[in-house]
């Protein structure tokens, strides 16, 4: 099948992530491309499995085994490519329709990261045809949930970290390529992030008795102009990231009140703190909330929940080599590439957090991704089949 085709496919089986709304199954959630590539693997005669991660949420092994070589003592070369893509609302193309203009190819996913998941699909087909010498043993795991968690990555390397059903795997990966539009580029390092709610109190009167009312919503006036103050003064003067940049902070929702004439009881609000590589989840979460201690003071009590979501940043301290390698595949097929580092955040954290080398790259620009008419160039997904396929067969050694 023309890799073309193969990426229209992908585009055309939809796998929006519901972004933690309750939802109808049948219009949301990766099964239906979960069962396509099942498929896919299988009439390539791969070892497959699926790890159930939530109802009707899988994520999606493949196994490829270099012919007639002794599987224990080769490296394992692990790729990761997520199957969610984020909702279609605003779109001003259609979403699944795999539309082409010239080179361009739009829809849904096109570029994050089902461009890069058809270069996988294609090198892996190519690798099983040709019967090539391959240096790994390579998995390929398609995970669930990108973008709103990265639980599948995380349940990922209960694989390997659990002995007890680590018979798929067999060992704890050598290295790790985690496919994100990244221009061909190799990213050593990257942001992590962590997520909580925070809660005001007041008690609830007719609007018109105020003089005993406590204001909930008022009160988290003051929380959140603190928090503006936090992100705009104090966070610039921790120590930035050479590759990433600065941390940041932002209040992304708000809630509160339940009518128009009722002093509100109770407001909320959900925070986003985008963390450097060199801190955890957990000391930046728990910084805010000791600058936010000051509220005291006004009489300000302030609720905050443990992280919805903790994500660790990458760290260039295992993955040099690994990079190297690539960058150098990369430059031999002609392309000019680098190492770089990204604001965002990827399932790259969590793995290297089970003690993996771990890089990330792909064909298409972050800055395609999640838009009104997100596309991809289908030349950058050729050559990104093109890298990846050389790196396998003659270029990545221990
Ligand atoms: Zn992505």
């Given amino acids: 099948m023309e890799l073309t085709r193969l990426l229209a496919e992908l585009i055309a089986t939809p796998s929006v992530n519901p972004m933690g709304q309750s939802v109808a199954e049948g219009a949301f959630y990766e099964s239906r491309l979960t069962d396509y590539l099942e498929q896919y693997f299988r009439a390539l005669n791969l070892t497959v499995m699926r790890q159930p991660i939530a109802p009707h949420r899988d994520n ?78 390579i998995v390929i795991a398609c995970t669930v949930n990108e973008e709103n968690g990265f639980s599948g990555a995380y349940e990922l390397t209960k694989l390997w970290e659990n002995c007890a059903v680590a018979d798929f795997i067999g060992k704890k990966p050598d290295a790790c390529i985690v496919t994100e539009p990244t221009r061909l580029r190799v990213i050593r390092r990257h942001k992590g992030v962590v997520r909580w709610r925070c809660h005001t109190r007041g008690i609830a009167a007719h609007s018109s008795q105020t003089r005993d009312a406590e204001h909930a919503i008022y009160r988290m006036g003051h929380v959140v102009g603190l928090l503006e103050h936090y992100a705009s003064e104090i966070l610039p003067q921790l120590d930035g990231d050479a590759l990433c940049g600065a941390a940041t902070l932002s209040v992304g929702t708000i809630s509160g009140g339940v009518s128009v004439n009722t002093i509100p009881d109770r407001c909320s609000i959900e925070i986003d703190r985008r963390i450097l590589p060199s801190e955890t989840p957990d000391t930046a979460y728990e910084h805010a909330i000791q600058h936010m201690g000051q509220l005291k003071t006004m009489g300000i009590e302030l609720e905050h929940e443990s992280p919805m979501l903790r994500a660790p940043g990458l760290c260039d301290s295992r993955n040099g080599a690994l990079a190297d390698c690539l960058l150098k595949t990369i430059r031999d097929t002609g392309q000019p590439s680098g190492t770089e580092g990204a604001a965002y955040c990827t399932n790259a954290g969590a793995i290297a957090a089970s003690g993996v080398p771990v890089v990330v790259f792909g064909p298409g620009s972050i800055e395609q991704a999640h838009t009104e008419d997100e596309w991809i160039d289908t030349r950058e997904v050729q050559l990104a089949a093109d890298i990846l396929r050389k790196f396998v067969t003659s270029a990545w050694t221990l």
């Fill in 60 to 137: 999606l092994l493949a196994r490829f085994d270099p012919p007639s070589v002794d599987r224990k003592n080769i490296p394992l070369l692990l790729i990761d490519v997520h199957q969610d893509t984020v909702p279609v609302e605003g779109m001003r193309i259609n979403p699944f329709a795999a539309e082409i203009d010239g080179t361009k190819m739009f829809g849904r996913g096109a570029c994050d990261v089902k461009g890069g998941m058809a270069a996988i699909l294609h090198t892996v087909r190519q690798l099983v045809q040709s019967n090539e010498k391959c240096v790994p043993t």
